[in-house]
Each structure stands twice: as structure tokens, then as C-alpha cells.
């Protein structure tokens, strides 16, 4: 590879090092930079030697940055809008490691025992998620049913694909297109607290929502 190809690369791996100190749009935005200068780094030395790289650098770097400036800005303020509806109700807000925002609703606010039916409590949290969803478009929805060991499987499985469905059921009355929505029941196999106590089991009966890009909407 040419000197200029390398510099270059050098140059993007530093913009990707320089991120710990940054926000969290700033790295993402960065990150994105970082990542599409290399690339386009590396198929342009292929292509045109050391002046390929260059231009290959400076496409690939802002097509990186506006990638990652869209996807913070957006799922940023879907965030924020989300925490601020949520504030007091203990559902956890958070953003994943693959950039998927996730409402983990635990399930005093979300089914009773044995139950599909959406809580009244959960219903205004509901409102507010198929508002910011109508306000970003481009993003798909994943809704993930739990329940605790008791019962069986046999109870289990099914029940949590009722609770997901219902809330899939409840975000199309408010407005947003079914196609956007997909639902899968865990049952009780991935329980995210101990079963053999009953504050555990109570975490373990939860719904959790996951929402993304379009193109990032794999778990």
C-alpha cells in the first residue's frame, strides 16, 4: 500500500481513538467518519494508488459522518423523549451496544400475572413511544415478551407472545403501521433475575421494546 493510503488510515484510526472525551453524537458522528475514511481508503489505494486513497478517504469519511450524524440526532432525541415520558415509572431507558434504543418495562406497570392485557399505567408510556415513533419514521420496532418459570413452558411460550403481541396491538391503534412492529415471546428463558424469589420473578415477567433503523434493526 502507497504512503498516502497509509497516512490515511492512520489518520482515521487516531479519529476513532480521539472519541472517549466526545458526546455521544459527536463519537457516533466521528465513528462513522473514522470508519468510512479507512474503507474508502483502502478501495481507493486498490483502485488508483495513493491518490485514490485520498479521494476514496474524503468519500468515504462524509459519507461515515453524515451515516452516524443521522442516526444520533434522531435516535438521540427519540431517547430523550422517551426517558422524560418514562421518568418515575421504572422503566429503563437505555441505548444498546448495536445502537438500538430499548424500554425494558418491568411488569407492575406493563401485564398482571398470568395476563396479556395492557396495564392502564402502561398505556400513557405507550402514547408517548407511538408519538416519537410517528416523529421518526424510519425506524422498526421490536417488542419481546418474558415471563417467569412458573407454569411451565407450555404456559409460558405462548403467554409471551400474547403480551408482545398486545402491545403491537396497542401501538397500531395509535397509528403506526403494523408493518413496522414485530413481536417474539422469550417465555422464561432469558430470565434477567433470579426465579427462586419472588422480587426475581417479578423482574422476569417484563416486556421489552427495542427500537432502530431501519437498516440496524437486527438484534
Given at each position: 500500500?502507497?504512503?498516502?493510503?497509509?497516512?490515511?488510515?492512520?489518520?482515521a484510526a487516531l479519529l476513532l481513538g480521539g472519541c472517549a472525551?466526545?458526546?455521544?453524537?459527536?463519537?457516533?458522528?466521528?465513528?462513522?467518519?473514522?470508519?468510512?475514511?479507512?474503507?474508502?481508503?483502502?478501495?481507493?489505494?486498490?483502485?488508483?494508488?495513493?491518490q485514490g486513497a485520498a479521494i476514496g478517504a474524503g468519500v468515504?469519511?462524509?459519507?461515515?459522518?453524515?451515516?452516524?450524524?443521522?442516526?444520533?440526532?434522531?435516535?438521540?432525541?427519540?431517547?430523550?423523549?422517551?426517558?422524560?415520558?418514562?421518568?418515575?415509572?421504572?422503566?429503563?431507558?437505555?441505548?444498546?451496544?448495536?445502537?438500538?434504543?430499548?424500554?425494558?418495562?418491568?411488569?407492575?406497570?406493563?401485564?398482571?400475572?398470568?395476563?396479556?392485557?395492557?396495564?392502564?399505567?402502561?398505556?400513557?408510556?405507550?402514547?408517548?413511544?407511538?408519538?416519537?415513533?410517528?416523529?421518526?419514521?424510519?425506524?422498526?420496532?421490536?417488542?419481546?415478551?418474558?415471563?417467569?418459570?412458573?407454569?411451565?413452558?407450555?404456559?409460558?411460550?405462548?403467554?409471551?407472545?400474547?403480551?408482545?403481541?398486545?402491545?403491537?396491538?396497542?401501538?397500531?391503534?395509535?397509528?403506526?403501521?403494523?408493518?413496522?412492529?414485530?413481536?417474539?415471546?422469550?417465555?422464561?428463558?432469558?430470565?434477567?433475575?433470579?426465579?427462586?424469589?419472588?422480587?426475581?420473578?417479578?423482574?422476569?415477567?417484563?416486556?421489552?421494546?427495542?427500537?432502530?433503523?431501519?437498516?440496524?434493526?437486527?438484534?
Amino acid at each position: 500500500m502507497t504512503k498516502p493510503a497509509t497516512t490515511t488510515i492512520i489518520a482515521a484510526a487516531l479519529l476513532l481513538g480521539g472519541c472517549a472525551n466526545m458526546t455521544e453524537g459527536q463519537r457516533q458522528t466521528a465513528q462513522g467518519g473514522g470508519i468510512g475514511a479507512a474503507t474508502g481508503a483502502v478501495l481507493g489505494a486498490i483502485a488508483g494508488g495513493g491518490q485514490g486513497a485520498a479521494i476514496g478517504a474524503g468519500v468515504g469519511g462524509a459519507l461515515g459522518a453524515g451515516g452516524g450524524y443521522l442516526w444520533s440526532r434522531h435516535m438521540q432525541e427519540q431517547k430523550q423523549a422517551m426517558q422524560a415520558a418514562t421518568a418515575g415509572t421504572g422503566v429503563a431507558v437505555t441505548q444498546t451496544t448495536n445502537n438500538e434504543l430499548k424500554l425494558d418495562i418491568p411488569s407492575d406497570l406493563s401485564f398482571d400475572t398470568g395476563r396479556s392485557n395492557v396495564k392502564p399505567d402502561l398505556r400513557p408510556v405507550l402514547d408517548r413511544l407511538a408519538q416519537t415513533l410517528q416523529a421518526n419514521p424510519v425506524t422498526n420496532v421490536r417488542i419481546v415478551g418474558h415471563t417467569d418459570n412458573t407454569g411451565g413452558d407450555a404456559v409460558n411460550d405462548p403467554l409471551s407472545v400474547e403480551r408482545a403481541a398486545a402491545v403491537r396491538s396497542y401501538l397500531i391503534e395509535r397509528g403506526i403501521a403494523g408493518t413496522r412492529l414485530t413481536t417474539v415471546g422469550r417465555g422464561s428463558h432469558e430470565p434477567a433475575a433470579d426465579n427462586s424469589t419472588v422480587e426475581g420473578r417479578a423482574k422476569n415477567r417484563r416486556v421489552e421494546v427495542f427500537v432502530a433503523e431501519q437498516a440496524t434493526a437486527v438484534r
